[in-house]
């Protein structure tokens, strides 16, 4: 049974920073592609960043340049460093697990990112 568990979340002045992880088990996380979602209260769910195999990753306009994601395929965990917080970054954080080759995706929990003004 594959299963993400998301940590790291909490409260933070605008400016701050955070970082996110996502710890993977139950399958070969070297397999998937891994991202972040985040959903805000009253908003849809959106990508904040991926990262692939080969390490070569995307960002959303939003975080480009204040987000970085990252993977450490040894320990089976995906982080997210955000950096430069701003109060529209307040939401529940998600990460996402695509694995190459089969049609299925797994889900963390969330974990909720409070960026105070």
């Known amino acids: 049974q594959v299963q993400l568990v998301e940590s790291g979340g909490g409260v933070v002045q605008a400016g701050g920073s955070l970082r996110l992880s996502c710890a993977v088990s139950?399958?070969?996380?070297?397999?998937?592609?891994m991202a972040w979602y985040r959903q805000a209260p009253g908003k849809q769910r959106e990508l904040v960043a991926t990262?692939?195999?080969?390490?070569?990753?995307n960002y959303a306009a939003s975080v480009k340049g204040r987000f970085t994601i990252s993977r450490d395929n040894p320990k089976n965990t995906v982080y997210l460093q955000m950096n430069s917080l701003k109060p529209e970054d307040t939401a529940v954080y998600y990460c996402?697990?695509?694995?190459?080759?089969?049609?299925?995706?797994?889900w963390g929990q969330g974990t909720q990112v409070t960026v105070s003004s």
């Open positions: 996402k697990g695509s694995h190459w080759l089969q049609s299925v995706d797994y």
């Open positions: 139950g399958s070969t996380f070297s397999a998937y592609v």
């Open positions: 990262i692939r195999r080969d390490g070569s990753t």
